[in-house]
């Protein structure tokens, strides 16, 4: 997860709280990038809530920009690597082991 480090109730990795993570996972200087490429079904869950920030645009434009990294090296043509979830504060998330959800979550 990228953002606010909170509690979910279920197991997870928080990344980092800035959009300063979202440029390391792309140029893959961030720690996660090695095991994020080898996702084989990767998937972004942006917040909705993110859009009323100040920075969404930028931060749209750097989530678009891994998503479109993640599925470059996606297996499957047709999976969807970029999902909004919308007006929702939290969520919880069920992934396979053959799944990786980046879940990026600024308030």
């Known amino acids: 997860m990228?953002?606010?480090?909170?509690?979910?109730?279920?197991?997870?990795?928080?990344?980092?709280?800035?959009?300063?993570?979202?440029?390391?996972?792309?140029?893959?200087?961030?720690?996660?990038?090695?095991?994020?490429?080898?996702?084989?079904?990767?998937?972004?869950?942006?917040?909705?809530?993110?859009?009323?920030?100040?920075?969404a645009s930028a931060l749209q434009t750097l989530t678009l920009l891994l998503a479109k990294k993640l599925k470059a090296r996606c297996e499957d043509p047709t999976w969807k690597v970029f999902n909004v979830l919308q007006r929702v504060r939290q969520a919880s998330f069920v992934a396979s082991p053959y799944s990786l959800l980046v879940c990026i979550h600024w308030l």
């Open 2 to 55: 990228i953002g606010q480090n909170i509690d979910l109730t279920y197991d997870h990795e928080n990344l980092g709280d800035s959009p300063a993570t979202l440029s390391r996972l792309i140029s893959g200087k961030h720690a996660f990038s090695e095991r994020l490429s080898k996702a084989k079904r990767p998937m972004i869950v942006l917040n909705g809530a993110v859009m009323s920030r100040p920075d």
